[in-house]
């Protein structure tokens, strides 16, 4: 339904991407890498595999190791935490809208190895 006193249809997203670095110069702290592409919206076919893809990607950070539920399988717990000690987390984050949606990876590790970090994330 439409809400009173908004367009009668809703206008159309466009992805135009981006880039920003942010650096404090204090190689003690940790640097967060996002890497992120436009990706099918409510009403797209390809949401259900964008979904799938979302839960076999998984994630976690590296002090979530152990128990039942925390995603040890998954393919950035295995091929990301468990292969790089200076990794703390990498996580896929998928946000779907109407007409279009966000798929990517975000991870957070040393600040000294945040060149490494996007390598390994692509």
Known sequence: SVVPGSPSSPTENNYIGSEVR???????????????????GWRSDDLIPVCVLQSLMGGGGSFSSGGPGKGMFTR??????NQ???VHSCNVIS???NDAG???????????HAANLANVIV
């Open 84 to 86: 790089y000690h200076w």
């Open 76 to 81: 950035l717990y295995m091929n990301v935490l």
């Open 95 to 97: 946000a779907i809208h």
């Open 102 to 112: 966000l798929f990517g990876i975000h991870g957070v590790a040393d600040s000294p």
């Open 22 to 40: 942010v650096h404090s110069g204090d190689p003690t702290e940790l640097s967060n890498v996002f890497i992120g592409f436009e990706s099918a």
